[in-house]
Nanobody
Framework: QVQLVESGGGSVQAGGSLRLSCAASRSFNWSCMGWFRQAPGKEREGVTAFYTNARHTIYADSVKGRFTISQDNAEITMYLQMNNLKPEDTAMYYC????????????????????WGQGTQVTVSS
């Protein structure tokens, strides 16, 4: 079993930046690792992910050019740098990982992820 712990959320004004971190309890052989978010009353949506053992990345259209996913060399900590934040980015942000093969076909689909963090809140005011 692997635990994921997010940190770095907070409140910022529009145009500001935040950096989220996701620490895994140990290194493991994952197929996909990514960030998801869920705003009140909305479905959980994929923001960005590494897949195929981090050889590829994918971003949701809504965050392209503003958000950047990265990881440390040990692949234990994953980061999400969020720049030029907008009020519509307000949500609970979750990191997630999967060791299953399925996620590599649709890495922004939350149903294919099996390990989840507890979430960290991001609030962007206008």
């Amino acid at each position: 079993q692997v635990q994921l712990v997010e940190s770095g959320g907070g409140s910022v004004q529009a145009g500001g930046s935040l950096r989220l971190s996701c620490a895994a309890s140990r290194s493991f052989n994952w197929s996909c690792m990514g960030w998801f978010r869920q705003a009140p009353g909305k479905e959980r949506e994929g923001v960005t992910a590494f897949y195929t053992n981090a050889r590829h990345t994918i971003y949701a259209d809504s965050v392209k050019g503003r958000f950047t996913i990265s990881q440390d060399n040990a692949e234990i900590t994953m980061y999400l740098q969020m720049n030029n934040l907008k009020p519509e980015d307000t949500a609970m942000y979750y990191c997630a990982a999967s060791s299953q093969f399925n996620c590599m076909f649709r890495p922004l689909t939350h149903e294919d992820y099996h390990y989840w963090g507890q979430g960290t809140q991001v609030t962007v005011s206008s």
